[in-house]
């Protein structure tokens, strides 16, 4: 099992530019998290879906959009990058909404 | 004021001797309560929660959580250099489906 996965592992963008950041787990979770990371700041909630068909906004949502494709896939959207938008995204998925596994991360540098 | 605080650090530790970690949470709902190991450039690993008050052990980890005073800590014992990390704390605010994190506290296990 890959356990969860994430594209790409580093990206740039410049100002304006949109992009998605892909997530994948195969390990049949029901929950999945998208989270930034920066520095001092710990992981803060970006978007979160407790299960297939639902997403619900968490701590720091704008700005960003979210599509949970299927039970195994939740994709995060920008469709306007901004430089506060730097940060290092992990995804995240969990049997019972509390367990986390997480994803390698994705490290966003926006110009 | 934060809902979950840990101090920053850094915490040198010798090695061989004990790290004990703090978190103290806000909401007094909370149910559950997780630690993660996060190396630099890396994603966050479980490595232990706790659901009841008193103390969990795991190998070298121990988890103490103290509901009325509204705390849990992280105790390594015989502390290795590959311990050298950031610890983060997580609690399921409310018993919601989201957990909220801390800052984390990096540690450094000094030869």
């Known amino acids: 099992n890959a356990g969860v996965t994430q594209t790409p592992k580093f990206q740039v963008l410049k100002t304006g530019q949109s992009m998605t950041l892909q997530c994948a787990q195969d390990?049949?979770?029901?929950?999945m998290y998208w989270y930034r990371q920066d520095p001092g700041m710990g992981l803060r909630l970006i978007y979160y879906?407790?299960?297939?068909?639902?997403?619900d906004k968490g701590e720091v949502p704008n700005g960003y959009n979210v599509s949970r494709l299927n039970k195994r896939e939740f994709s995060l959207r920008l469709e306007s990058a901004a430089p506060s938008q730097t940060s290092v995204y992990f995804c995240?998925?969990?049997?019972?909404?509390?367990?986390?596994?997480f994803g390698p991360g994705t490290r966003l540098l926006v110009l | 004021q934060k809902e979950v605080e840990q101090n920053s650090g850094p915490l040198s530790v010798p090695e061989g001797a004990i790290a004990s970690l703090n978190c103290t949470y806000s909401d007094r709902g909370s149910q559950s309560f997780f630690w993660y190991r996060q190396y630099s450039g890396k994603s966050p690993e479980l490595i232990m929660f706790?659901?009841?008050?008193g103390d969990k052990e795991d190998g070298r980890f121990t988890a103490q959580l103290n509901k009325a005073s509204q705390y849990v800590s992280l105790l390594i014992r015989d502390s290795q250099p590959s311990d050298s990390a950031t610890y983060l704390c997580a609690v399921n605010v409310a018993a919601g489906n989201k957990l909220t994190f801390g800052g984390g506290t990096r540690v450094l296990v000094k030869p």
């Open positions: 390990m049949n979770h029901n929950s």
């Open positions: 879906s407790a299960s297939e068909g639902t997403t």
């Open positions: 995240a998925s969990s049997w019972d909404q509390e367990t986390q596994y």
């Open positions: 706790i659901y009841s008050n």
